[in-house]
């Protein structure tokens, strides 16, 4: 499986950007799409997650801002970022898997990784 991100990019604090992951390869819908983020300097972080049939998981920090939304049958998650804020800086990776529900929010809970795509937010 291939996951391909895209729709990174430079914006304002304050500002919008959706990011895109499609995937190939596969006719299995995974159990899980996540996005996760690094920083420069910092370790991977959980962002968001659809899960099977439940509502969207989201990290603290991002909640009210972000909205993650997908199609099972394309096999495709976006991530629609509002009200971003310069420390929202991130490589911004998908990730795809079957994780159980411990682990939605965990790294090691994704078999699959995009390639990871740059959102730049300046003040």
């Known amino acids: 499986v291939q996951l391909q991100a895209s729709g990174g990019g430079l914006v304002q604090a304050g500002g919008s950007l959706r990011l895109s992951c499609a995937a190939s390869?596969?006719?299995?819908?995974?159990?899980?799409m996540a996005w996760f983020r690094q920083a420069p300097g910092k370790e991977r972080e959980f962002v968001a997650a659809?899960?099977?049939?439940?509502?969207?998981f989201y990290a603290d920090s991002v909640k009210g801002r972000f909205t993650v939304s997908g199609d099972n049958n394309k096999i495709t998650v976006y991530l629609h970022m509002n009200s971003l804020k310069t420390e929202d800086t991130a490589v911004y990776y998908c990730?795809?898997?079957?994780?159980?529900?411990?682990?939605?929010?965990?790294?090691?809970?994704?078999?699959?990784w995009g390639q990871g795509t740059l959102v730049t937010v300046s003040s």
């Open positions: 390869g596969s006719t299995v819908s995974p159990g899980g």
């Open positions: 990730a795809a898997g079957f994780p159980i529900l411990s682990s939605v929010g965990r790294a090691e809970g994704y078999r699959y």
């Open positions: 659809r899960w099977r049939s439940r509502n969207p």
